[in-house]
């Protein structure tokens, strides 16, 4: 079986992160040559990029998964950015 390139096969194990139904969507997506990543985004709330974040840790595809911070996207918005 042939294997999707890294930067393919990353997108789609990030993506496997994500569930369709949660209000959280991604803004940045960055890949260095070293294999090291940056997401960057805007949720609901924090409890979703939580979520995110953990099933994240739990892909043995990833290492060393590790958190930022989250804001208040500003304006009359709820949305917390990451």
Partial sequence: MRRQPPLLECLREGALAF?????ILVTNFTLRDKGEGQLTGKAADN????????????????ADVSFQNTQDAGGHSREVTF
């Avoid at 569930?19 to 209000?23: D, L």
């Avoid at 409890?47 to 990833?62: C, H, Q, S, T, Y």
């Fill in 47 to 62: 409890k979703l990029v939580l979520a995110v974040l953990d099933r994240l840790k739990n892909n043995p595809l990833f």
């Fill in 19 to 23: 569930r369709e139904a949660e209000s």
